[in-house]
């Protein structure tokens, strides 16, 4: 187990969701591609899921949109703006990860963020028993059913990869 609680394991506790932990080496600070996470946690690539943040171009500055998805997948832009319901969205900056969410770059996670935006994870993720995704901090993934996460966080799930 963790030595320190993240946020994202806090809310879980607290929404008294069950979820496991898995640490892996990384140097400080320094984010780790999620094939690479897979590898190192010894876990499976399909189950192993990224964050990643847009904003979108009805409101730049106000819309964010967080995409869950495999991370032997890509983001395709154009199914991922239509499943929230604009007309185009784009990646954010590196350097704006930390203020919109609260995160670092490999330590972003759904959960636990500065704001709770829409969230749309992949939809293939139902089909799993468990997802892996960051917890908070670059070297800590979660574990935990699909359907906890989804409901938790309100979340959808929609075709938004290549």
């Known amino acids: 187990m963790a030595e320190t609680k993240t946020n994202a394991m806090r809310i879980l506790d607290r929404a008294k969701i069950k979820y496991e932990v898995h640490t892996y080496p990384h140097n400080e600070g320094e984010a780790v591609d999620g094939e690479n996470v897979?590898?190192?946690?010894?876990?499976?690539?399909i189950k192993v899921y990224k964050t990643l943040v847009t904003r979108g171009a009805s409101n730049p500055s106000r819309n964010f949109y967080v995409f869950v998805i495999p991370v032997m997948k890509e983001l395709d832009l154009k199914k991922a703006a239509k499943a929230?319901?604009?007309?185009?969205?784009?990646?954010?900056?590196?350097?704006?990860?930390?203020g919109i969410t609260g995160y670092i770059r490999g330590g972003c996670s759904p959960i636990g963020m500065k704001k709770q935006f829409p969230t749309v994870f992949y939809k293939d993720v139902?089909?799993?028993?468990?997802?892996?995704f960051s917890g908070g901090k670059i070297g800590l993934q979660i574990e935990a059913a699909p359907s906890d996460i989804i409901g938790l966080i309100g979340?959808?799930?929609?075709?938004?990869?290549?």
């Open 38 to 45: 897979a590898r190192l946690t010894g876990q499976d690539p």
């Open 84 to 98: 929230v319901g604009e007309k185009s969205v784009e990646m954010i900056h590196v350097k704006e990860i930390n």
């Open 126 to 132: 139902s089909a799993l028993d468990t997802v892996i």
């Open 155 to 162: 979340a959808e799930t929609e075709d938004i990869c290549f």
